[in-house]
């Protein structure tokens, strides 16, 4: 039940969620060390600090969405801050990808001597990019017109609408994402080094895609309340944008 607002802000209630988060990533970290080197327990360690994590990050999610939609406390100013949050987290994923192609265009165009002068590496065989590559850029910015297409239908107030605009985002990126498996599975280790940055945050946009499908289906996005489903969508079309540039530098300007 929502609850009256007498203010334009939302007073956070005391929570346990920010120390355990912290202890979990302690746990997490030291584990993974132990592990590496390795001493005993480190795989303990890290399955347990990994755990944590994992449960902190689900309740504590729990809570903001429970504050915004059951209670009602993140109106339109306090809805400004997880935008730009998501903004900003946008922005240093622009700054890692942009580190990314500088680095590929480094190696491309002067190779060094330890790889051969050469690139690709002496040894080392390209994909061709008019295969598997070809065939999953139409499907990525395909799912962004899909989820755009959920957009406006949260917007006009079209609830089943939206839920089937998500689910062809979902279908399409897990489209996606096989086929970028089965290049994988064909692909040798150099192949799967330069291309799991951007599968991998596929697959993230895919888990937080398929979280606003469920809360559409429940009927915690409105119009006015759809914060998360915004982020989302930003964030998608961050990845089909940043597929577009993997595709012609990496696939196809990297394998010549």
Not at 62 to 79: A, F, N, P
Request: overall charge neutral.
């Amino acid at each position: 039940m929502i609850e009256s607002q007498r203010h334009s802000y939302h007073l956070v209630d005391p929570s346990p969620w920010p120390i355990s988060g912290s202890l979990g990533a302690l746990a997490t970290t030291v584990g993974g060390v132990m592990y590496i080197h390795p001493f005993q327990g480190g795989v303990s360690l890290l399955s347990l600090g990994l755990r944590f994590l994992q449960y902190t990050i689900f309740v504590w999610w729990r809570d903001v969405l429970r504050e915004s939609t059951l209670e009602g406390h993140h109106t339109k100013v306090v809805q400004l801050g997880p935008r730009y949050g998501s903004i900003l987290f946008i922005v240093s994923e622009v700054m890692f990808f942009f580190a990314f192609f500088w680095a590929s265009s480094h190696s491309s165009l002067a190779p060094a001597v330890e790889i051969g002068g050469i690139w690709p590496p002496k040894g080392i065989g390209v994909l061709d990019p008019w295969e598997i590559p070809f065939l999953n850029t139409p499907i990525l910015p395909s799912s962004g017109a899909a989820v755009t297409w959920a957009h406006h239908a949260i917007l006009a107030g079209k609830e089943k609408r939206a839920v089937y605009a998500l689910v062809a985002t979902v279908l399409l990126a897990l489209v996606f994402t096989g086929f970028q498996g089965m290049e994988y599975y064909q692909a040798n280790l150099f192949r799967i080094l330069r291309n799991d940055r951007a599968c991998f945050h596929v697959i993230i946009g895919t888990l937080f895609l398929i979280i606003c499908g469920i809360r559409q289906y429940l009927g915690h996005l409105t119009k006015e309340h759809h914060v998360g489903f915004e982020a989302a969508a930003w964030y998608w079309h961050f990845v089909d944008v940043v597929w577009l540039f993997l595709f012609v530098s990496i696939y196809w300007w990297g394998g010549i």
